[in-house]
């Protein structure tokens, strides 16, 4: 493990004070234990309800503890006093570091002068990073990363050799179903991942890779945690999606993406795309579906949520967003309308003091420079709201502009709007229907089903070709009305974007 060597480089290098920024406290004190026996050396545990205890003492005899180290001065100058090498872990000091105890910080600030002519190594962990800038120049910070593809093969290989004896459990998992799950579970700590493989066995009492949406869920609940971003757990494939062949080609070929042999192949994860087009014509859909049919979890980033009224606040909040985001990737971020959320951008010194500027700026620069598979699926309708720095190749790998359905993508949309709804397409004259509804967006044909319904249980009547046609001759399509916006987008879009359809008719 990379960071496992880091530490032991910067241990053995004597560096006093270093700040491990995670939540796994057992993963971490595991590492620790490791180097410690290495180096031959002692380790020490800290916390503000146990005091100052070595590390992997029984709980009997950690009755027989110093009380008065649980008090951060006193168990600071027991590191002092102890002559040992050692190691010593103080988990959760952060509320310790904050301004008003000034006495610790200074305290740290001396032991950090002290244990560099020593063996001895102070270790902060906590899974929130609170360093006080009179302590930046003595602290190393280093976020501990979560779980890694091998580690959590490691797990598995572990769960499955401790139920191999069981004849009620079941291991139903090939190489590619192994994989699956594994790929499932990136994101997730490894406390987590095994709670939710336990889960597995005691529920269903098998492991299985048709039962990744159960690690979906345990993700799910990170996302709420975060209160920033919002699940969204869809039955949406690109068989509900009719039309735009083009784009589920495309996306159809980047599902193996984030898989190790991908990797092993030279690809790299793909950044995102933004669909732009009319309204109702399956960009938001496709968004829902693709999370669905790669098996990761879809996030929305309501921008919305990201404004506050503190100065700094809004900018920590998207910030906050991309780091829960990254924590369960591989994962769809699904940012909705983004010409409505960014278009004050340009102006925004003079309408919010800059904030809406400096918000897209932190977003722009993540999408230039994330490495996490965290796959963007942006949706716009208006190109004239977004600023050129978006559309350059780079933050995002392609953009498609999605038309108004072909007479042959609407014979599919009304097929799976009225198989949704219970009735048979063969039953009904579809190419009339595509026909009577030209320039209509895939929305509008599935409001039309709708009222359709409603026309015919009013009437006491089955469904039928003539309820279809009455509504659809009543329908006035959205095309029309904004025809002068439609035809901008078709200009702006003829060589710029990819159509997100093989055929226009």
């Known amino acids: 493990m990379q960071i496992a060597e880091e530490i032991e480089s910067l241990i053995c290098a004597r560096y006093p004070i270093l700040y491990l920024v995670s939540s796994e406290e057992a993963r971490v004190g595991g590492v620790l234990a490791a180097i410690a026996e290495r180096r031959q050396k002692k380790v020490f545990e800290w916390s503000c309800t146990m005091g100052l205890v070595e590390a992997g003492a029984s709980i009997q005899s950690q009755r027989a503890r110093n009380a008065p180290t649980k008090e951060p001065l006193v168990a600071l100058d027991q590191v002092v006093d102890e002559i040992e090498p050692a190691i ?72 499955e050799a401790e139920v191999a004896g069981l004849t009620n459990v079941a291991i139903d998992l090939d190489g590619p179903g192994r994989e699956r799950i594994l790929q499932a579970a990136l994101g997730l700590t490894l406390v987590e991942a095994e709670n939710v493989l336990a889960r597995m066995l005691v529920q269903h009492q098998r492991l299985g890779a048709d039962l990744v949406p159960e690690v979906l869920r345990e993700k799910q ?95 920590e909040n998207v910030r906050r967003a991309i780091a829960v985001a990254e924590s369960v ?68 790998d392609e953009i498609f502009f999605v038309e108004l359905p072909d007479a042959t993508e ?38 039309a089903v709708i009222s359709a319904l409603y026309e015919a249980f009013a009437a006491g009547e089955e469904l039928a070709d003539s309820h279809l046609q009455m509504v659809l001759g009543q329908t006035v399509p959205l095309a029309k009305t904004m025809s002068e916006h439609l035809q901008r987008l078709r200009t702006w879009a003829a060589g710029r974007a990819r159509p997100a359809s093989l055929r226009r008719g």
């Open 221 to 315: 609940q990170l996302i709420r945690k975060s209160g920033l971003l919002e699940y969204y757990a869809t039955n949406e494939s690109f068989a509900t999606i009719g039309g735009l062949e083009a784009l589920k080609d495309w996306l159809r070929k980047r599902a193996v993406a984030f898989t190790v042999k991908a990797r092993a192949f030279g690809l790299p994860a793909p950044k995102g795309l933004l669909l732009l087009g009319v309204q109702g014509c399956g960009k938001s859909l496709c968004a829902k579906a693709v999370s669905n049919v790669w098996q990761v979890p879809l996030l929305r980033f309501d921008m919305g949520r990201m404004f506050g009224s503190l100065v700094g606040s809004s900018e």
């Open 410 to 447: 609407r014979r599919d949309i009304f097929a799976i709007h009225l198989r949704k709804r219970g009735r048979n397409p063969e039953g009904f004259d579809l190419a009339a229907l595509a026909a009577a509804s030209r320039d209509l967006s895939g929305a509008e044909i599935e409001e």
């Open 329 to 396: 990737a591989p994962a769809v971020l699904w940012v909705d309308e983004i010409d409505k959320a960014f278009a004050g951008s340009a102006g925004s010194a003079v309408s919010d003091g800059g904030t809406s500027a400096r918000v897209f700026g932190t977003l722009l620069t993540w999408l230039a420079e994330k490495t996490a598979p965290v796959f963007v699926v942006a949706t716009a309708n208006d190109i004239s709201q977004l600023p050129p720095e978006l559309l350059r190749k780079g933050r995002l």
């Open 88 to 159: 010593f872990v103080f988990k959760d000091f952060h509320p310790f570091l904050t301004r008003g105890n000034t006495t610790v910080i200074r305290r740290l600030k001396e032991i950090a002068l002290q244990l560099k002519n020593s063996r001895k190594t102070v270790i902060l962990l906590s899974p929130i990073l609170e360093l006080p800038p009179d302590l930046e120049k003595e602290v190393t910070v280093l976020p501990f990363p979560l779980p890694a593809h091998d580690d959590l093969a490691a797990l598995l290989a572990r769960i």
